[in-house]
């Protein structure tokens, strides 16, 4: 079977090309760090005898800070090298996976964020967060406004009306969620041979950000409807971001980075070995029917 030549830019090149990407990911992240630390945000008006509100604030989490980062984060970065190793081993493909897992955390973190502050909605534990005084009561023909509050701790109390949607559970989907869509490329999933078992390899990440997103109920830290809305967005924001460095997942050439951006350029340098091309990317061994089905990267037509 005959090598496909991709093509292969020099180092400059190549960083120059994704450096706006990059720079575009740092500022997604300075505006949420921005957002969360200096603006106060909207607070909804609330009722004391509001059955919802009235849950205890849990001073230890099921899964904290540092914990989230290393389940968004650290597990993702770490399996996505080692499929790397084991499959294509290519610096391309860790380049798009490590950016792509980046863009996908730092989009949804600003955008969450940026809805929490505007929404303003009260979490369930927000009386116990706010201490109002013993025997405190609703005005009359109408609600409670943060006035009431007794806290002295300005985090715990901002905190609490930062209930829609669940920072959590979005930020676990999206970086779990890109581990999931990097894994069933890797495997072809929906190559129409139907493996069970790569179904569940794919999906075993999404497991781990449901037990995030779950865990925030059990903390009393969001509604139900807040999870579920933090869930989709990260999820959604992790395809957005994982297509833009890798092809659709029922490609042939699913296992590979998009080389686009390099292809229909004129004098690129290539890399060479002994006088001969080194491919970024090994070539994926495919049986008739798959490369029946290939496109011409150029054209899209079949060939």
């Known amino acids: 079977m005959s090598q496909e030549r991709r093509p292969q830019p020099g180092l400059r090149r190549f960083m120059m090309s994704y450096a706006p990407d990059w720079i575009i990911s740092g500022a997604l992240w300075a505006i949420f760090w921005v957002t969360d630390s200096y603006i106060s945000g909207f607070k909804r008006h609330f009722s004391l005898s509001d059955v919802s509100l009235l849950y205890p604030y849990a001073v230890n989490q099921r899964v904290g800070t540092t914990a989230l980062r290393f389940i968004s984060f650290g597990i993702p970065f770490v399996l996505q090298c080692l499929i790397n190793f084991l499959t294509v081993q290519s610096w391309w493909d860790f380049h798009h996976s490590t950016l792509g897992l980046v863009l996908s955390l730092s989009m949804t973190r600003a955008i969450t964020q940026f809805v929490k502050v505007t929404v303003g909605r009260p979490r369930p534990d927000l009386i116990s967060r706010?201490?109002?005084?013993?025997?405190?009561?609703?005005?009359?023909?109408?609600?409670?406004?943060?006035?009431i509050c007794t806290q002295t701790v300005s985090k715990i109390l901002e905190d609490g009306w930062r209930s829609f949607p669940s920072g959590h559970s979005s930020i676990s989907f999206a970086g779990l969620g890109f581990?999931?869509?990097?894994?069933?490329?890797?495997?072809?999933?929906?190559?129409?041979?139907?493996?069970?078992?790569?179904?569940?390899?794919?999906?075993?990440?999404?497991?781990?950000?449901?037990?995030?997103?779950?865990?925030?109920?059990?903390d009393y830290r969001h509604h139900w409807q807040d999870v579920v809305a933090g869930s989709a967005l990260g999820l959604l924001l992790a395809y957005f971001s994982y297509r833009q460095y890798y092809p659709n997942l029922a490609s042939a050439d699913a296992h590979q980075p998009y080389a686009t951006r390099f292809e229909d350029a004129k004098g690129v340098e290539l890399d060479t070995i002994n006088g001969t091309t080194d491919p970024l990317l090994h070539r994926y061994d495919e049986d008739d029917e798959v490369i029946s089905t290939r496109r011409n990267p150029r054209t899209g037509i079949r060939r």
């Open 130 to 147: 706010c201490q109002p005084v013993t025997g405190s009561t609703d005005p009359f023909l109408g609600l409670s406004t943060a006035d």
């Open 179 to 218: 581990l999931a869509f990097y894994l069933a490329g890797k495997l072809h999933l929906f190559d129409t041979r139907g493996h069970v078992s790569k179904a569940w390899l794919s999906i075993t990440p999404l497991v781990g950000a449901m037990f995030v997103a779950i865990s925030r109920t059990m």
